[in-house]
């Protein structure tokens, strides 16, 4: 599903040169449920934003579906991703401005859903994820694991094959933590769905699958 080979990334600027990823290579099957974790500044993020396909590593390869995703133009890969994969981040990300439904409808925008359409995978979404009482609301109006939920809302509402979360519960205390994980775990357990997710807290990874340990830039096995 998600295969990652010897991949590297180094960020230039003019004075400083930082080897983020160093020979990274990595298979997640489908359905798999795959946890990440390491010491700040490891290079975990940088890792999840290029298998999301966010940011193109200096060297490597990456294929999804197997299919070769370096060679595809932006708005191939811009279709290619809205189309694959779902994004959940630590801080949510939701727009305050936009009541809940209307923050779970954006990644619609970019396909030619209707309306209508639009409006009831939102709703479908935010049922899922316990929240049809609160599609109204503002996300200011929310607690933070609500506003998770409504993250996890938007990030399922294109039915995508993978999930790319970073650090999901790293806000939330553990009651509410757990809670984000459950909906995860269901999502993979029941849907099938693929889901790669960087944690610091060892009590979430151990309830997935596997786990991919990186330690400045390289796995360690
Ligand atoms: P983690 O998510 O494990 O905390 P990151 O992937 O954010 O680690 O960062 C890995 C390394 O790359 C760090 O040393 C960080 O300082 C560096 N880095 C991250 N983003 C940038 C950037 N945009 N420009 C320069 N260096 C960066
Ligand atoms: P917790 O502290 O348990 O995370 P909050 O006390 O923030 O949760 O919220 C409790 C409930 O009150 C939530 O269901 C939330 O939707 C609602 N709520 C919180 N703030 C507001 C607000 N400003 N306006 C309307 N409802 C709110």
């Known amino acids: 599903m998600i295969q990652l ?30 946890s990440i974790m390491g010491p700040s500044g490891c290079g975990k993020s940088t890792l999840l934003n ?28 811009a279709n290619f991703r809205n189309n694959k994969i779902g994004f959940i981040f630590q801080s949510y990300h939701l727009i305050n401005d936009l009541q809940v439904v209307d923050n779970v409808e954006l990644p619609l925008l970019y396909r030619n859903s209707s309306a209508k359409e639009r409006r009831e995978l939102a709703t479908a979404a935010l049922e899922k994820v316990g929240l049809s009482n609160r599609i109204h609301h503002f996300p ?17 509402v294109g039915r995508p094959e ?24 269901e999502l993979n357990r029941v ?22 340990r990186l330690f400045d830039g390289s796995q360690v096995q």
């Open 140 to 156: 200011t109006q929310l607690s933070g694991g609500q506003k998770q939920r409504v993250a996890i809302a938007r990030a399922i």
């Open 191 to 212: 849907d099938g769905t693929t889901i790669v997710m960087v944690t610091h807290d060892p009590n979430m990874a151990q309830r997935t699958h596997r786990l991919l």
């Open 50 to 77: 290029i298998m999301g396909l966010l940011d193109a590593p200096s060297k490597g390869d990456i294929l999804i579906d197997n299919q070769q995703t370096l060679s595809l133009n932006d708005r191939k890969l």
């Open 5 to 34: 080979k010897n991949i590297e990334k180094v960020y230039r600027t003019d004075t400083v040169e930082t080897q983020a990823l160093n020979s990274i290579s990595l298979r997640v099957a489908k359905g798999e449920f795959l």
């Open 162 to 185: 993978i999930i790319l979360a970073d650090e999901p519960t790293g806000n939330l205390d553990s009651a509410m933590g757990n809670e984000i994980m459950n909906i995860l775990l």
